[in-house]
């Protein structure tokens, strides 16, 4: 008898514990599955938002329709330039800037026989090449005005209103820095002996950096060298000259070099296209070399676009896009005659005065179309699928559909 109530009480005994555990394994099971069942939600959300993401970068546009339009004459001689998002429209007589409804926020006169800009971000510096004066403008007025004692060559603004000059004075090539007041901060020069003679300059946008290409002769050989410069705190420290990193090249010809932002520079020869990286000490990172030659020169502060006359395939025209790492992300063909390449936020756009064509930064086609009318200048705004358009006789906001 004693047996058998000990087998009983093992037998419940056991059978309470194997229950226990049954019901820990559901336990355990149903979070599992609460927890399977949550990662794959989110990994779906995550694939579903990839899927629009990717398919309203890939849609195409249905069209355009005018939504705004202000009445404007073009006066003859003049030409129009984006300002940010508003409208530089300068000639050898001044300068107006006007905003997106056609209001003018300011009227700037002068005399000038070959005037030339140059525009960083929302200021523009307006000189006569050979001349003396550079006025420092922005969207809401006049920063500054410069005056130099020696005919001016060429110059870069940066987006404080310092701006770096090329000074010819006979025999020695004088590069300046002045501020927006007139002031002149650095000066230095140059001969073709030493250093060689700039062909191009640009400043960083906060001023605190300078590129300069050189071309000069070694030996009878043609060379081209790229000079940084850095007037902040770091290039204090070094030479009287602030030189701070420099780069030869033999048997080609740099004519371009520009300050994307604050931490790339790019340079274009008539064989490659080269990127530098730093904000203090601007490096090397990437070099691509060049099969044809470079018909023209576009850029942002993320891409820079090329043109070439395309030598394979389909189209008259090759369209090479580089991010700022120097990694060529898009080659794209066309016929179209262009007069621009714009590029804003993940599109660029090709365009002449009566047709453009939009294409996502991969290069699939969103919309090409004809304008309506002669235009002048078109202008990305901040609204991804609005555009404002300079015609002869108005200041128009296109929208696609």
Avoid at 126 to 137: E, P
Avoid at 214 to 235: C, M, Q, R, T, W
Wanted: hydrophobic letters at 40%.
């Amino acid at each position: 008898m004693a047996n058998v109530r000990e087998y009983l009480r093992s037998r419940t005994k056991g059978t309470r514990t194997g229950r226990s555990i049954n019901y820990k394994e559901k336990i355990r099971s149903h979070k599992l599955t609460i927890f399977y069942r949550s990662v794959l939600g989110i990994a779906l959300a995550i694939a579903i938002a990839a899927m629009i993401i990717v398919s309203w970068k890939n849609r195409e546009y249905g069209g355009s329709v005018i939504v705004n339009s202000v009445p404007i004459t073009k006066v003859e001689g003049s030409a129009y330039l984006a300002l940010g998002d508003y409208i530089l429209t300068y000639s050898k007589d001044g300068a107006n800037c006007m905003d997106s409804k056609g209001d003018v926020l300011w009227n700037q006169t002068y005399e000038m026989q070959n005037p030339i800009v140059d525009i960083n971000g929302s200021v523009a510096a307006i000189g006569d090449y050979n001349g003396r004066t550079i006025y420092v403008m922005n969207t809401t007025g006049r920063m500054g005005e410069i005056t130099t004692n020696l005919p001016i060559r060429n110059f870069s603004v940066a987006s404080t209103g310092i701006v770096a000059v090329i000074l010819d004075d006979s025999r020695v090539t004088r590069i300046h820095l002045y501020d927006t007041s007139g002031e002149l901060l650095v000066e230095s020069e140059t001969t073709m002996e030493r250093s060689g003679y700039p062909l191009d300059i640009s400043i960083s946008p906060n001023g605190e950096l300078l590129a300069i290409s050189y071309l000069y002769v070694d030996s009878g050989v043609l060379k081209s060298s790229i000079a940084f410069h850095n007037f902040g705190e770091v290039g204090q420290n070094l030479s009287a000259d602030r030189f701070v990193s420099g780069y030869d090249y033999q048997g080609t010809v740099v004519p371009f070099i520009h300050f994307m932002n604050g931490n790339t520079a790019f340079a274009v020869s008539d064989d490659r296209i080269m990127f530098f990286t730093g904000n203090q000490k601007p490096l090397s990172s990437a070099v691509n070399f060049l099969d044809v030659k470079v018909q023209g020169i576009f850029y942002n502060d993320e891409y820079v676009g090329l043109v070439f006359l395309n030598t394979e395939g389909d189209g008259k025209y090759r369209l090479n896009i580089y991010d700022t790492d120097g990694r060529l992300i898009t080659s794209k063909s066309f016929d179209m005659e262009y007069t621009n390449v714009i590029f804003h936020k993940d599109e660029f756009i090709i365009c002449n005065d009566i047709e453009y064509s939009i294409y996502n930064i991969h290069g699939t086609e969103r919309l090409s179309e004809q304008f309506d009318e002669i235009v002048y200048l078109l202008v990305p705004q901040e609204k991804s699928n609005r555009f404002l358009i300079m015609t002869q006789n108005a200041m128009r906001v296109m929208e696609m559909k």
